[in-house]
C-alpha cells in the first residue's frame, strides 16, 4: 500500500456523514407556500398510478388545459421533466402528503451527491496530474475532499436540500455526477474508449435531462473534458487535431439534439419565452450573471 493512502477510504463516509448531520434540521420542516402548496397539497394527480398518472403527465408535455384542476394552476410545471414527476409520485404514494419523507428523501440524495462529487473529482485531478497519485495520494484525497466538503455544507445547498419543490434538482445532480464519472472511465488508457462506460455516461445524462432540463450544456462540458485533462482533441501538449476534434464533435451531436428537444419542450410548457419588456434589460442581464455564477 502506498504511503499516505491507509486512511483516504474514510473520506467519502465522511463526505457522507457530514451533509446528513449538517442539514438533518431540515427534515422536520413543513411544506411551504410556496409552489409546495402547487406541487404537493394542491395537485390532484399525485399518488395515483396507471392511466390517471400517464394520462396527466402526457396532458402536461401537450400542453392540455385538462391537466389544470378547475379555479387553479395545481400540477402545472414549467419545466419538461417527467423522472422527476414520477419520482414525486411514488414519494407521496409512500409517505402520504407528510413532508418528513420527502424531506428525507432530498438529505439522502445530497449525502450521495456529496460522495459522486468525491468520486468525479478524484478522477479529473488523477487524469490532469497522475503523478500526485503516486506522490501525494493522501493529500490528493485529502484536498478533493474538503473541497467537496466546502460545496456540500454551503448555505446555498440549503434550497435544494430544505425546499421540498427544489427535489428535481437532487437527482438530476446524481445522474449528472454519474454520467461525467464514467465519462472520464471511459478513457481509461489505450485509444479506444471503454464503450460500456460511454453508453453508461449518454444514459445517464438522459435521465438527467428527464429528470431537470438545466443540464442541457452538460456536452458542451464533455468537449471540455476531451480538451482537458482527457486530451483527446491533441496530440499531447501538441496543436489540435482536426479528425480528433470532428469525431468528438460528432459523437455529442445525438446529445445536442436532445439539448434542443429538452429546450423545445420547456418552452412549449412555458408557452413561450418570458418577454423582455417583463424585466428589462438589466434585470435580464442580472439573472444571465446570476445563471452564469
Known sequence: MRQGKSWTWAVPILLLILPLSAFSPCVFNDFTNWDDDILFLENPCLGKVGSAQVSWAIDMVLGKPAALPPGGAAGASTSFQPLSWWMVDRQVSVFGLNPVGIHLVSLLFHAVNAVLLYWVTLAIVRRARPDWDVQHPGLLAGSSGLAVALYALHPL???VVAWASAQPYLPCTSLVLLSVLAYMRAFVGGIAPNRKMLALSFACYVLALL???LVVGLP?????????P????QEGAGPFRARAVSFAVLEKLPLLALSVLSMALSVHLRQGLIPLEQDGIMGRLTQVGNSIW
Open 211 to 213: 429528470a431537470k432540463p
Open 220 to 228: 458542451v462540458i464533455f468537449l471540455l473534458l476531451d480538451f482537458y
Open 230 to 233: 482527457l486530451r483527446r482533441l
Open 157 to 159: 445547498r440549503t434550497e
